[in-house]
């Protein structure tokens, strides 16, 4: 710029971030003269950077814009930065249920619709989240850029450092935010730093993918209870006694892993080895599928199969229904044929 003085009047100025928390700098910059493109994402702001006279980097990370700045570098165009706007920013907690686009709540999808920045643990199929969510910075968490698992200490950070420039910040979880989910301690993060935060309750897999499945979790007459556990460290020999002793439907999430443990636990706590038992894997997903088995061939008929998660076990009395569901219409199709 030859130490002359850059006039912003009447240039081309990429303004680059999250739109809620640049909208100040838009304004600034437009009163100034400038005519203001906008990208929030790397990707549009390459293409947007070719008729660009200035590039101005306006977001509560930086960073990830940090392919952009190399780009207007390279072809020597100015870069300014400046801090978002600080403003009365939100979390939203939204359950995203099992999984099928369509067991999303309509409260959910209108969320998303309005959301600034949606952080996720994976995208889903065709990446659905971004039709969703068109206005809004989508951030991965479940893979970083080197393939780290981003840990939830970081995700509470990066979630309240925008929610503080102002940003609308949806949290996006599996099932239910408040099962098995994680969704209270973002909760409490959010409230140990006075930002508001809400919750959109979602379809949790514990019910939905038995269901899925034609699995109803209490059928009348048949059981009165059932229990939610999750199998992500090997149960106790209380808990199982106490399963045991309760009669009703178990229902194991994340319990691939100590299936095995699980199974040979309950037989040594006396349940019938042939209790009915289901494991369905990728519940209302095109890729869900069911095994039937009992106590006593779970694990085997489960290692036939190569049954992996995701996957809902059900150990109880229910996980027998459809099949007898089945084998009555076989045999009324019998008699009346
Ligand atoms: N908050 C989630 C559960 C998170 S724990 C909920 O309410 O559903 C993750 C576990 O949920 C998985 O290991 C699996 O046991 C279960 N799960 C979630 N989605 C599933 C699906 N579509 N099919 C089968 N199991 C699923």
Known sequence: MNGTAFEIKGCTLLLAGERRGARGAAE?????????????????????????????????FPQRLQPLREAAQRRGLPVLTRQPVSGSGQITLVGGGPGALDLLTVRAVSVLADADMVFVDRLGPGDLVRKLAPQAVIVD???????????????EEQMLTAAKA?????????????????????????????????????????????AAAGIPVTARGVNRVFSVISGHDPLESQQLEQLTGLGGTIIIL????????????????????????????????????????????LTATSRARGCANPAVIVIGEVAALPQRLLAEEMANFGASA
């Open 254 to 297: 994340m319990g691939m892993g100590t299936l095995e443990s699980t199974a040979s636990g309950l037989l040594r706590q006396g349940m019938a080895a042939t209790m009915p038992c289901a494991i369905v894997e990728s519940g209302t997903t095109g890729e869900q599928r069911t095994t039937f088995a009992t106590l006593a061939t």
């Open 166 to 210: 102002g940003s609308n910040v949806v949290r996006l979880k599996g099932g239910d935010p408040f099962v098995f989910g994680r969704g209270f301690e973002e909760m409490a993060a959010a409230s140990k730093s006075g930002i508001a935060i809400s919750v959109v309750p979602g379809l949790s897999s514990c019910i939905t993918v038995p």
């Open 141 to 155: 968490v479940g893979k970083q850029p080197g393939h780290h698992k981003v840990s939830q200490s970081q995700i």
């Open 28 to 60: 600034h910059f437009i009163a100034q003269g400038a005519q203001v493109i906008s990208a929030d994402n790397p990707e549009s702001g390459l293409v947007a950077l070719e008729t660009a006279n200035l590039l101005v980097i306006c977001d509560a």
